[in-house]
């Protein structure tokens, strides 16, 4: 009988040191799996505060450049004011459409019109005229850059390039103008 208690006791001893190594493994693993899981955690919340960093930055950024452009644009309606006088809510009232029509910003009408007009000005030309004719070649330079498939602002340059004598950017746009021409008009 002895043997019989002593081989009990062995096989639950035995079944006991399995138990516990069972629950020690498990619980190993539930201990890693947790660690793994407050890493991710961990790695999810640093994910989310740099997201976060990211759109702040984006909406800071975003504000100062509004805050630039919305400059710039009241600078190009002073000169604009300047260089056209009484003629400017006219070529300003343009300026607003002008996006949509030629593909320039307002800025970039109003600013290319503004360079036009100070050519204009200096030749002699009266700031009603000199309006006009701003208007018509920035909307000739929507035309030649549709055309010519280029940026509006690069045939904007192209021209008034043109106007102060250089005549090759003018050849780019299919714009031939030489003295023997000149002469001949």
Request: charged share 15%; aromatic share 4%.
């Given at each position: 009988?002895?043997?019989?208690?002593?081989?009990?006791?062995?096989?639950?001893?035995?079944?006991?040191?399995?138990?516990?190594?069972?629950?020690?493994?498990?619980?190993?693993?539930?201990?890693?799996?947790?660690?793994?899981?407050?890493?991710?955690?961990?790695?999810?919340?640093?994910?989310?505060?740099?997201?976060?960093?990211?759109?702040?930055?984006?909406?800071?950024?975003?504000?100062?450049?509004?805050?630039?452009?919305?400059?710039?644009?009241?600078e190009t309606v002073s000169k604009?004011?300047?260089?056209?006088?009484?003629?400017?809510?006219?070529?300003?009232?343009?300026?607003?459409?002008?996006?949509?029509?030629?593909?320039?910003?307002?800025?970039?009408?109003?600013?290319?019109?503004?360079?036009?007009?100070?050519?204009?000005?200096?030749?002699?030309?009266?700031?009603?005229?000199?309006?006009?004719?701003?208007?018509?070649?920035?909307?000739?330079?929507?035309?030649?850059?549709?055309?010519n498939n280029i940026d509006p602002?690069?045939?904007?340059?192209?021209?008034?390039?043109?106007?102060?004598?250089?005549?090759?950017?003018?050849?780019?746009?299919?714009?031939?103008?030489?003295?023997?021409?000149?002469?001949?008009?």
């Amino acid at each position: 009988m002895a043997s019989k208690e002593l081989s009990i006791l062995l096989t639950a001893k035995d079944m006991a040191s399995r138990t516990i190594g069972g629950v020690t493994g498990k619980l190993d693993k539930l201990g890693s799996v947790s660690a793994k899981a407050g890493r991710g955690m961990a790695t999810l919340g640093r994910n989310i505060a740099l997201a976060g960093a990211a759109a702040a930055a984006g909406v800071a950024s975003f504000v100062v450049v509004g805050i630039k452009n919305a400059s710039d644009l009241a600078e190009t309606v002073s000169k604009s004011g300047v260089v056209f006088g009484q003629a400017s809510a006219k070529v300003l009232a343009w300026s607003k459409t002008s996006a949509e029509a030629i593909g320039l910003s307002q800025n970039a009408a109003l600013g290319a019109a503004a360079t036009y007009g100070n050519l204009f000005v200096s030749m002699g030309l009266a700031a009603g005229k000199s309006a006009d004719m701003s208007v018509a070649l920035v909307n000739l330079a929507g035309d030649l850059a549709s055309f010519n498939n280029i940026d509006p602002s690069e045939a904007a340059e192209k021209l008034r390039a043109g106007l102060t004598g250089e005549s090759e950017p003018l050849k780019s746009l299919g714009i031939n103008i030489n003295e023997t021409i000149i002469k001949a008009k």
